[in-house]
């Protein structure tokens, strides 16, 4: 019979225990790693709206010039509603970790539900956004009715 041999003489690789566990340990150590770098860069997130200067900004952001007269954040802080002085609305959701925002042309995507509105724009890629605007929900429902009216 042939005796056993000792750890020092098995080689690392015929241990699968081992290797499993040393693989384990380097994807462990990577994935912290990753996280380390991405909290670095600032990346991911969850970005809100916390203020009227920063609609103010996103919307001039996405249309130069854009002079908010009116607005409304949702409770939450993903999206927000912004008039100038033209009469032009902007919708302003959150998209990934950044903002985007459209241009409101019509009524039609516009549902009412309590405190709760409900916008969908002519840009089908944009999607819907549920807004919790409070006791402004109505206020903004009945304005929004206008869009489009003075066009043929």
């Known amino acids: 019979m042939k005796p056993l041999a000792t750890l020092q003489e098995v080689p690392l690789h015929q241990i699968p225990a081992l290797g499993m566990a040393l693989q384990a340990l380097g994807s462990l150590v990577a994935i912290l790693a990753l996280f380390w770098i991405a909290r670095k860069?600032?990346?991911?997130?969850?970005?809100?709206?916390?203020?009227?200067?920063q609609?103010?900004?996103?919307?001039?952001?996405a249309i130069c010039g854009f002079d908010a007269?009116?607005?409304?954040?949702?409770?939450?802080?993903i999206g927000a509603l912004v008039r100038d002085g033209e009469g032009r609305v902007l919708l302003i959701r959150r998209h990934g970790s950044n903002?985007?925002?459209?241009?409101?042309?019509?009524?039609?995507?516009?549902?009412?539900?309590?405190?709760f509105l409900t916008?969908?724009?002519d840009d089908?890629?944009?999607?819907?956004i549920t807004l919790d605007l409070g006791e402004q929900a109505p206020v903004?429902?009945?304005?929004l009715r206008r869009l489009g009216a003075g066009m043929a």
């Open 41 to 53: 860069l600032r990346l991911g997130g969850d970005p809100r709206i916390l203020g009227e200067e």
């Open 55 to 61: 609609a103010r900004a996103l919307a001039d952001a």
């Open 69 to 77: 007269q009116a607005l409304v954040i949702d409770r939450a802080g």
């Open 99 to 115: 903002f985007a925002a459209r241009q409101l042309t019509s009524h039609a995507g516009v549902r009412l539900d309590g405190r």
């Open 119 to 121: 916008l969908s724009t």
């Open 124 to 128: 089908r890629h944009f999607g819907t």
């Open 140 to 143: 903004w429902a009945a304005s």
